[in-house]
């Protein structure tokens, strides 16, 4: 059974640029979830995906979207990129459905480095 | 406000010198309490919920509790393979259910 896996691994971005970053969910999870890592704290909720819609999100400008689609995989769009951008993006996948029971499987990440 | 306060943030042990750590919350009321354990440039890894006070789980040698106000993660004769950041979550019923609100983390090194 695989993991979750993202991708890339690592990137670099300039300013106003924009992103998308891709995650594959562990097989048979149905929901997704982004989160924010920046060095030092603990990841900050971006939004959750369940059934291709989303149906949470935490406190994230509009610039950051995201997209889940039939397969269960999604991506993560952040445009017009901003130097307090940077930092670790993680994927995780749940098999409960939308109510989320806390027991996330997460993706190793991607670092986004934003110049 | 941070709802999540873990202390201490870091923390250094000898092989088999056993302590704990500490996360306090602040939540209206509490859906569930969350243990994660990350290694470095790696995603968190599910350990623990806790649900209502009183309430305990272990593993190994690994071992959470929970009160009112906050839980504590003991680590008994711990190896240096514990070492890691752990990191608490809670999650709140006045939110929607879909996100853990994360502390900042206890950084463990365990030396031989």
């Known amino acids: 059974e695989t993991g979750v896996t993202q991708s890339p691994t690592h990137l670099i971005k300039t300013r106003g640029q924009q992103v998308t970053l891709r995650c594959s969910s562990q097989?048979?999870?149905?929901?997704v979830s982004w989160y924010q890592q920046a060095l030092g704290q603990g990841p900050q909720f971006i939004f959750q995906y369940y059934r291709e819609e989303e149906n949470g999100r935490g406190n994230f400008p509009p610039r950051f979207s995201g997209l889940q689609f039939p397969n269960y995989s999604s991506e993560l769009n952040v445009n017009a990129l901003e130097l307090d951008d940077s930092a670790l993006y993680l994927c995780?996948?749940?098999?409960?459905?939308?109510?989320?029971?806390?027991?996330?499987?997460f993706g190793e990440g991607s670092r986004l480095t934003v110049l | 406000e941070d709802q999540v306060t873990q202390s201490p943030e870091a923390l250094r042990l000898q092989e088999g010198e056993s302590s704990s750590l500490n996360c306090s919350y602040t939540?209206?009321?509490?859906?569930?309490l969350f243990w994660y354990r990350q290694d470095p440039g790696k995603g968190p890894e599910f350990l623990f919920t806790?649900?209502?006070a009183g309430e305990e789980k272990e593993k190994e040698r690994l071992k959470a509790t929970l009160t009112k106000k906050e839980s504590f993660l003991h680590i008994t004769a711990p190896k240096p393979e514990d070492s890691a950041t752990y990191l608490c979550?809670?999650?709140?019923?006045?939110?929607?259910?879909?996100?853990?609100?994360f502390g900042k983390g206890t950084s463990l090194l365990v030396t031989p």
């Open positions: 995780a996948s749940s098999p409960f459905g939308p109510v989320n029971t806390g027991e996330l499987f």
């Open positions: 979550a809670v999650q709140d019923t006045q939110d929607s259910g879909y996100a853990l609100n």
């Open positions: 806790l649900y209502s």
């Open positions: 097989s048979g999870h149905n929901t």
């Open positions: 939540v209206s009321g509490l859906r569930g």
